[in-house]
């Protein structure tokens, strides 16, 4: 069992940056990949972002150049840097642990309770 947590999510203006976290627990960290991804009122869940157990990257096509990923395996934590932020990315933003750093949802077995990101105009 691995147990997440995030947070760090609130109000920002567009233009604004946030720098969210998630801290995991239960088994060893650094075994994981580390995946973000983002669900606004009535759309899907959507991929944004992961990083493997060795540090490799994968974006989606909306974060790259804005977004950045990174992990802190002695502190068990992953972290999502958001610059430039856009109204349209309003949405909970959840952190989940699996096997593969990749975009396909169903690859992730542990899943945060998700924290509130807002984007006003």
């Known amino acids: 069992q691995v147990q997440l947590v995030e947070s760090g999510g609130g109000l920002v203006q567009a233009g604004g940056s946030l720098r969210l976290s998630c801290v995991a627990s239960?088994?060893?960290?650094?075994?994981?990949?580390m995946g973000w991804f983002r669900q606004a009122p009535g759309k899907e869940r959507e991929f944004v972002l992961a990083?493997?157990?060795?540090?490799?990257?994968t974006y989606a096509d909306s974060a790259k150049g804005r977004f950045t990923i990174s992990r802190d395996n002695a502190k068990n934590t992953v972290y999502l840097q958001m610059n430039s932020l856009k109204p349209e990315e309003t949405a909970v933003y959840y952190c989940?642990?699996?096997?593969?750093?990749?975009?396909?949802?169903?690859?992730?077995?542990?899943w945060g309770q998700g924290t509130q990101v807002t984007v006003s105009s």
């Open positions: 989940a642990a699996g096997r593969l750093a990749t975009a396909n949802r169903s690859m992730y077995t542990y």
């Open positions: 239960g088994r060893t960290f650094s075994n994981y990949a």
């Open positions: 990083i493997s157990w060795s540090g490799g990257t």
